[in-house]
C-alpha cells in the first residue's frame, strides 16, 4: 500500500500510456484532449488579411447535388477542412454545430471531407450534427487548401481571410462570435 501512495502519479500515468496504445481508447482520449485545450481561433489583423479572389470550387452535398463555392461571393463563409478519423476535428464539432444552430441562416458554411458520403453520414447521424457536408469535386481554390486537418477559414463578405485556423478551436466561443458579428455588419 505504501508503494501505491508513492507512485500513484506514476502508476496514472502508466495507465495512461497504454490506454493509448490500445486503439478502443486511444482515439477517445485523444478528443477529450483537444476539447480540454481548444481555445477561441485567433482572427488575422485587418490589415494582414489576405483576399480570395478564386471563388471557383466545385463541391457535392452528400445528396448528391453540386455546389459551387462561388454561390458565397460577397457572403461571409466558415470552411471546415475534416474528416472523420481525425481526433482534433472531432473534437471541434459540437462546437461547430452550435455556431451552425445560431448562424447557420447568416452565415455559408461549408464542412468539406474526402471521405466516402455513407461514411460521413453515418457519423452524422451517429452524433446528432446537422451541418451542410459537402465533398470536393475539384481543387479548392490555392488560398483555401491545407495538408492539415482540421483547418478552418473564414471569408469576408469582400474576400478577405480573417481566419485561418490549424487544429481544433472552440468555435462557440464570444470572442469568435464578436468577429462573425462584426464580418456580419461589414459591406
Known sequence: MEF?????SNILFII???LLIIPQTRKPIQVTLNRIIAFSPSKIAADDRE???????NLTNLQGEPVNFKKSIGEVAVI????TWCPPCIAEMPSFQKLYNEY???VDFY?????DQEKLQRFLDKKNYRLPVYQPLSMAPQKLQSRSLPT?????????IAVNKKGSANWNDA????LLDQLLKEN
Open 152 to 160: 478552418t477559414y473564414v471569408i469576408s463578405r469582400d474576400g478577405k
Open 175 to 178: 470572442g469568435f462570435k464578436d
Open 51 to 57: 483576399t480570395l479572389e478564386d471563388y471557383n470550387w
Open 16 to 18: 495512461l500510456i497504454v
Open 4 to 8: 501505491l501512495k508513492k507512485n500513484w
Open 111 to 115: 464542412f468539406v471531407s474526402t471521405e
Open 80 to 83: 471546415n477542412l475534416w474528416a
Open 104 to 106: 447557420g441562416d447568416k
